[in-house]
């Protein structure tokens, strides 16, 4: 209601899958038909409580709450229309046998413009994410930019490997502390799925094999923190494919069919 986005038509997906928002320095201003950085401030916390969804399409329009433009403000209202038809959804858990999963994925470089590339260096910086579930019930997720530039699709794909881990290895450590103390909690190894796609079976081989190579050699220590937890077992490193990859939602806009499948295996509807 705060964007005037209801009662509309409401919009199958929260962002359009033909376009991707750019800084559009030179586009005409929002025009303050609503509180810009307020309605962005409340759609965070509904997307950090119940709604991981929304999570790409809310932090591209995040980012340019210091001064929106009136793609921006479309963009918005476009999560609204799409919250205006699923008022009544959230996140339904459905607990399994398993213990934690990490789906994780990264899209190269995939902000990146031609025209707005001059003075918007971010449109080269990679977009990673990656949801965490426990017992089947998605637990913690993230969609956010890479703080540097990775040089290739492997790079970026094992960036968001090694950043997801940093959320995974301290909650697998604290469920192992719960069960050391006699709770009923199962405790059993994470599987970080990392989808394929060109060449990101070298990101997959860089975190199961501790081998230095002249194209990374530049990959920081920083990022190989969690091999240990590679080689003793504790955390196992598999292939998925494109269509079961929950992540995707993540990283990029969706068409209504994928971004509907991957909603589902997300949040059971």
């Known amino acids: 209601k705060e964007t005037n986005a209801y ?8 962002a359009l899958s033909t376009k991707i928002l750019t800084k559009n320095s030179s586009g005409p201003k929002f025009d303050n038909s609503f ?17 991981p969804e929304l999570a790409y399409a809310v932090h591209q329009c995040a980012r340019f709450c210091n001064d929106p433009r009136k793609s921006h403000g479309e ?32 899209s190269h470089a ?33 969609s956010k930019m ?16 090694s950043q997801s881990m940093r959320e995974v290895i301290p909650l697998l450590a604290l469920v ?12 059993l190894s994470p599987t970080i799925h990392c989808r394929l796609f060109e060449d990101n079976s070298g990101a997959i081989e860089i975190a199961k094999v501790p081998k230095m190579r ?4 530049h990959l920081n ?33 969706l068409n209504m069919e994928l971004f509907q499948h991957h909603r589902k295996a997300l949040l059971g509807w």
């Open 7 to 14: 009662p509309v038509k409401s919009h199958q997906v929260p």
């Open 35 to 51: 509180n810009y950085r307020r309605v962005i401030g409340k759609l965070l916390y509904l997307e950090k409580s119940t709604r």
């Open 75 to 106: 963009a918005v209202k476009r999560i609204g229309r799409y919250l205006a038809g699923t008022s009544d959804k959230g996140m339904l858990l459905r607990p399994s046998n398993t213990s934690f999963d990490c789906w994780v994925d990264a």
């Open 110 to 142: 995939a902000d990146w413009n031609r025209i707005s590339a001059i003075d918007d260096p971010a449109t080269a910086k990679s977009r990673m994410g990656w949801v965490i579930t426990f017992a089947g019930c998605p637990v913690l997720w993230a």
């Open 146 to 161: 890479q703080t540097e530039i990775a040089l290739s699709s492997t790079e970026a794909e094992y960036i968001a490997l």
């Open 176 to 187: 192992k502390e719960a069960k050391e103390k006699k709770l009923p909690v199962d405790v």
């Open 214 to 217: 002249p194209r990374t050699k």
């Open 221 to 253: 220590i920083k990022y190989h923190h969690f091999r240990s937890f590679v080689q003793d077992g504790s955390v196992s490193v598999h292939h998925v494919g494109t269509e079961n990859q929950i992540a995707d939602i993540f990283t990029k806009p």
